[in-house]
T-cell receptor, first 115, second 114 residues
């Protein structure tokens, strides 16, 4: 499976600032997704990162709060803007490799704490 | 959209016993059902998956069964070991595998007592 490098692995940010999370894959992948996992909870899809076009957001998530870039088939960023304590979560990049029925694999996640 | 319900939320078994985790889904068009294991502080890792054209799949001590009519699927772990202790998530999606995002269940915390 693809090697997914996500950074930073953790960060502590102040209220009102922003954090950009990077996801780098060692091979071209068709689909990249961003998930949020709040403490002790399940995984919730934020958006699908589309290569060369605007991301597709799930209900409850908006571009102004979670801008996403995907300039090519191996890289994506998620920015969490105007941080509040409620944004404290683990953010996970997930990918599916090109070609047929490939399962989703996850990066190691970014643990964000907002103070 | 899809809704996946998972139970139990916690499960404690003795080492060597079997563990069963059950999930139901709402969208009859869903056709791919993976299970992920997440150890504390780590990423979710795929342990087994099943597609809607089969009813059961096994991989050593792990098996998954699917009942499309009832829209439920289950994870079975036999001969449990302490290293099986983790949170397990079921998920569902439709369309080409990997081209559709997964909807996850709420998770089951499995504790295997030595």
């Amino acid at each position: 499976s693809a090697v997914i490098s996500q950074k930073p692995s953790r960060d502590i940010c102040q209220r009102g600032t922003s954090l950009t999370i990077q996801c780098q894959v060692d091979s071209q992948v068709t689909m990249m997704f961003w998930y949020r996992q709040q403490p002790g909870q399940s995984l919730t899809l934020i958006a699908t990162a589309n290569q060369g076009s605007e991301a597709t957001y799930e209900s409850g998530f908006v571009i102004d709060k979670f801008p996403i870039s995907r300039p090519n088939l191996t890289f994506s960023t998620l920015t969490v803007s105007n941080l509040s304590p409620e944004d404290s979560s683990i953010y996970l990049c997930s990918v599916s490799q090109t070609g047929g029925n490939s399962p989703l694999h996850f990066g190691n996640g970014t643990r964000l704490t907002v103070t | 959209g899809e809704n996946v319900e998972q139970h139990p939320s916690t499960l404690s078994v003795q080492e060597g016993d079997s563990a069963v985790i059950k999930c139901t889904y709402s969208d009859s068009a869903s056709n791919y059902f993976p299970w992920y294991k997440q150890e504390l502080g780590k990423r979710p890792q795929l342990i087994i998956d099943i597609r809607s054209n089969v009813g059961e799949k096994k991989d050593q001590r792990i098996a998954v069964t699917l009942n499309k009519t009832a829209k439920h699927f289950s994870l079975h772990i036999t001969e449990t070991q302490p290293e099986d202790s983790a949170v397990y998530f079921c998920a569902a999606s439709k369309g080409d595998t990997g081209r559709r995002a997964l909807t996850f269940g709420s998770g089951t915390r499995l504790q295997v007592q030595p």
